[in-house]
């Protein structure tokens, strides 16, 4: 892809879209999927950065993952990895290194994992906390609390329960999760959140899916009023035969906000009411902001009279903390809005593929939006009229995909690296193109 992307201004956009599998289903079907006995058929599998960085890693480990066709991989599983010694590099994918971190800290393995610089600033202190009580070693190669990580082989382990905050990720919980039936051989595994525990839909749906794979999480509140999980002894995942990966939900949240601010309507195939993606509520925002919605079990479309017909979505002023990723999407809606808007709650913003609070302010303020920030959330006051800009993408897939949207305003628009959709969504600007009319 060339170094920047020039979008003609989007008048109006209509039509239909099979939507990419999901990328938080695709990692974790790949690892359950590793750990069951028997063998699972994969399809609909998302092809993107973050799930290769996951399939070679477990390949890296032993496992035995044969593509059959487009999305379809064959995964013979086991609950113990065959290969004890590999260098795993897991790019830029937070999923990825901290489910592979719980999982081959009990593996008896020595592994070594890395990725790409902003990996090295994202943290994982709180997962490698509440893996040493239980006997982990790991060790940090670089920084406290930062990958490069080396993992030896557990030794001893105390019998208490598994005590992990989640206030900076939810992902610390869902690697302790699936390697659950490593650690409860022989006694039920208890795990308790300490203190707040962010973006919870993605731990309902590690909960699923462990369910799908044959183990069943017990769910109930401890004596702190925290949540707490109990995974039975001798639990062990079970390969479910055939396992289809639904489509991605925050992948959706582009072409919904597109019919939302193009008219539509634009249907999306492959997310919808019987969806396991915390984020399939995005389209619940839309709602609430004027547009049209309609859903099925499988499929989802929005439209509007279109911003071209004087439509303008109506103000929002909310907690995200349940769709931290889709809310990116809600930002740049917003920058069409009748009035400012509010995200609250997105602190998590600041550790992922960049500091996603200040990249926003910084790329909205271009367009000639009045931005305030803090901590944790996004004010939003939209321009009279949006300015054309170059707007830079931060290695960041979600700035590139939710401001091209911002082409819906009239005027055109460049976005700088936009090869960084690959993380998730490799063929995403074409996909726009072909709804889109200028
Ligand atoms: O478990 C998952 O699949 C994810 C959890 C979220 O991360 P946090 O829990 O760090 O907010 C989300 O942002 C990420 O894209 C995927
Ligand atoms: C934050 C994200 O991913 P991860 O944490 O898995 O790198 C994302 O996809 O927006």
């Not at 490698?128 to 993992?151: E, K």
């Not at 731990?203 to 017990?218: E, H, K, N, P, Y």
């Not at 000639?368 to 960041?396: C, K, N, W």
Request: charged residues 20%; hydrophobic residues 45%; contains cysteine.
């Amino acid at each position: 892809m060339p170094p920047f992307l020039d979008l003609a201004p989007i008048r109006a956009a209509r039509g239909e879209l099979r939507l990419p599998g999901s990328k938080s289903v695709s990692i974790r079907a790949l690892m359950l999927a590793a750990l069951a006995d028997g063998e699972t058929q994969l399809s609909g599998l998302l092809d993107s950065d973050d799930t290769r960085v996951m399939r070679e890693a477990l390949k890296a480990c032993g496992v035995v993952i044969e593509e059959q066709g487009a999305g379809a991989w064959r995964v013979r599983g086991g609950l113990q990895f065959p290969k004890r010694e590999a260098e795993l590099f897991v790019g830029n994918s937070g999923l990825s290194i901290r489910t592979l971190v719980a999982v081959l800290a009990f593996m008896g393995g020595h592994y070594r994992l890395s990725g790409v610089p902003r990996m090295h600033q994202r943290p994982i202190g709180d997962l490698v906390d509440a893996l040493r009580p239980l006997g982990a070693q790991i060790h940090y190669l670089q920084q406290d609390g930062y990958p490069p990580l080396a993992i030896e082989p557990a030794q001893g382990r105390a019998d208490a329960p598994v005590r992990v905050r989640g206030d900076a990720s939810s992902q610390f919980l869902t690697g302790i999760l699936q390697s659950a039936p490593l650690l409860a051989r022989e006694r039920h595994l208890v795990i308790e959140v300490d203190g707040e525990l962010i973006s919870k839909p993605y731990i309902d749906l590690s909960v699923a899916l462990m369910q799908r794979f044959g183990v069943t999480v017990q769910r109930d509140v401890g004596a702190s009023g925290a949540p707490r999980f109990t995974v039975p002894a001798g639990a062990r995942y079970r390969a479910p035969g055939a396992f289809a990966v639904e489509g991605d939900a925050s992948s959706a949240s582009y072409f919904l906000a597109l019919g939302a601010l193009a008219g539509g309507p634009v249907r999306v195939f492959g997310m919808g009411r019987s969806s396991l993606q915390g984020d399939v509520r995005f389209a619940e925002v839309m709602a609430a902001m004027g547009a049209q919605l309609e859903q099925g079990d499988d499929w989802t479309e929005v439209r509007s009279p279109g911003l071209a017909n004087g439509f303008r979505p109506k103000a929002i002023d909310a907690d995200f903390n349940h769709i931290p990723d889709a809310a990116m999407t809600v930002a740049v809606v917003a920058l069409f809005a009748d009035g400012p808007s509010v995200l609250r709650n997105i602190g998590s913003w600041r550790v992922k593929e960049t500091d996603r609070i200040a990249a926003m302010a910084a790329e909205l303020t271009k367009l000639g939006a009045v931005v305030d920030t803090g901590p944790d959330f996004l004010r939003i006051e939209p321009p009279a009229s949006l300015r054309s800009a170059a707007i830079d993408t931060y290695d960041d897939h979600r700035m590139a995909m939710s401001f091209s949207l911002a082409a819906c305003g009239g005027m055109p628009l460049r976005i700088n690296e936009p090869a960084c959709v690959a993380k998730t969504f490799p063929d995403y600007f074409a996909q726009l193109a072909a709804l889109t009319e200028a």
